[in-house]
């Protein structure tokens, strides 16, 4: 999927004005989530399109359905150990 990018003051138009949502891109197949990284690990999986190599399944992370939030999050890319951030693309299939 491709990413759609569009000015923040015209995406403000197309917002609910109230109430919950979540805001994130996506199709009818696949959601496009953001995750910080430290570098062993964003250089693996830019490299390869997948993560491994120093990638854990025992350890929690958070992610985040918008880029600038998950940038606020961790601090502009300057935090220790979240310097890169990936779009992961989740298939809902599997993750609905």
């Not at 490299?47 to 939030?69: A, C, D, V």
Request: overall charge positive.
């Amino acid at each position: 999927m491709k990413l759609k990018l569009k000015k923040y003051k015209e995406q403000l138009q197309d917002w609910p004005q109230k109430g919950y949502h979540i805001m994130a891109q996506y199709d009818d197949e696949k959601i496009i989530v953001y995750q910080s990284y430290r570098k062993e690990i964003g250089e693996f999986a830019i490299q390869n399109q997948y993560l491994g190599g120093h990638f854990s399944l025992e350890r929690m992370t958070w992610i985040k359905p918008n880029f600038l939030w998950m940038m606020y999050r961790n601090g502009w890319g300057t935090k220790e150990g979240q310097e890169y951030v990936l779009a992961i693309h989740l298939k809902k299939n599997r993750c609905f």
